[in-house]
């Protein structure tokens, strides 16, 4: 298996690598849905489906991260401390509260979830049909998303407790490597983080191939597991030559954010400067609400087209490599004449 393949009906050179057209028509499809970027960025919310939180351990390989139970230690020393002078009542009140806002907690994160599993659904769906000539509207996306909610979740449940076991492998490594500072140890932590980013890119592939098969051709979320698994194993190549390039297409427009932001600095500075002169407590409100605005619209804009270009890219992928075999085929035909795109079990 190599890198370059040919797919017939592709007017192009035989001999043409398949990640050129498939991210050419990827970048082509991204720019033009632009009404898709809020949708990319809530799917984009748990991190799964791109390349970003490979790209974040990558950056940050050497950096020793905070151990979340010394700081959960801390929190619960404050705390008995604070409720060892309270009064049984005040106590039991005090309780009360945390539980009603842990449940309100739990609450939000549970339906931002929920919303960003519908929106890998219905950017899935978008980028799929649209590939077929069709451009669907917002809310027949959600609908096909809502649709697939429980797949769909327990597809990420899947792969987040892989990604996450592997972590924890990590941890275990970072943690021999500071106590015991010898080459062995921190060669074991090398070997954990590089067995981390294989199976992280693996597991982020897998989910991306299976969405489209639940939502494209109709599979039960086994059916999709196993066809994912399946093209992976056949086109690793492929599928790693395109997760490098988006790796560095992604550090390359987080250089651009900070390029764009440094250069709307210049004339935010100028009013800065302009509003001290002139001591208008005004124009310097304004000055500051609109750098803080200026500089989280390039971060969403960004943000929402490279998320999208990630699932075009594989979505168009899989339909090159992973569509083949007569029951896919019939599946895709009859869910595209009837518009019936419901997952079984869902």
């Not at 029951?327 to 895709?332: A, D, I, Q, S, T």
């Amino acid at each position: 298996m190599t890198g370059v393949l040919y797919c017939p009906g592709m007017p192009r050179h035989p001999f043409e690598p398949l990640y050129r057209p498939v991210l050419k028509d990827a970048f082509h499809a991204a720019w033009a849905e632009k009404r898709y970027w809020p949708v990319a960025l809530l799917a984009g919310i748990t991190l799964t489906s791109s390349v970003y939180d490979i790209g974040g351990r990558v950056l940050n390989l050497f950096a020793v991260p905070t151990v979340p139970g010394n700081a959960w230690g801390m929190m619960w020393v404050r705390a008995t401390g604070v409720w060892s002078q309270m009064s049984l009542g005040d106590t039991i009140i005090g309780g009360l509260k945390v539980f009603q806002l842990t449940v309100f907690f739990l609450l939000v994160v549970f339906a931002v979830m929920a919303l960003s599993f519908i929106a890998q659904g219905a950017l899935v769906y978008a980028l799929g049909t649209r590939s077929r000539g069709r451009s669907p509207k917002l809310k027949e996306a959600f609908t096909v998303g809502a649709r697939a909610f429980w797949p769909i979740l327990v597809l990420n449940l899947c792969v987040m407790i892989v990604i996450w076991s592997v972590r924890a492998l990590i941890a275990i490594s970072l943690s021999g490597a500071i106590q015991n500072t010898t080459s062995l140890s921190y060669l074991s932590y090398i070997v954990a983080f590089g067995a981390f980013v294989v199976i992280a890119a693996a597991m982020i592939m897998i989910q991306v191939f299976a969405l489209n098969a639940m939502i494209l051709q109709g599979a039960t979320l086994a059916q999709a597991l196993e066809r994912a698994s399946h093209v992976l194993a056949r086109h690793w190549v492929v599928a790693l030559e395109a997760a490098a390039l988006l790796f560095v297409i992604t550090i390359g427009a987080s250089v651009l954010v900070v390029a764009i932001n440094m250069l709307l600095g210049v004339p935010l500075f100028m009013l800065a400067v302009l509003a001290a002169t002139f001591q208008s407590k005004l124009l310097l409100a304004i000055t500051l609400y609109l750098a803080v605005f200026l500089f989280v619209a390039a971060m969403l804009a960004v943000g929402g087209f490279l998320i999208e270009l990630h699932y075009a890219t594989w979505t168009i992928l899989y339909r090159k490599i992973g569509e083949g075999g007569a029951v896919p085929k019939l599946h895709r035909f009859v869910r595209a004449l009837t518009h019936g795109y419901r997952v079984p079990g869902a």
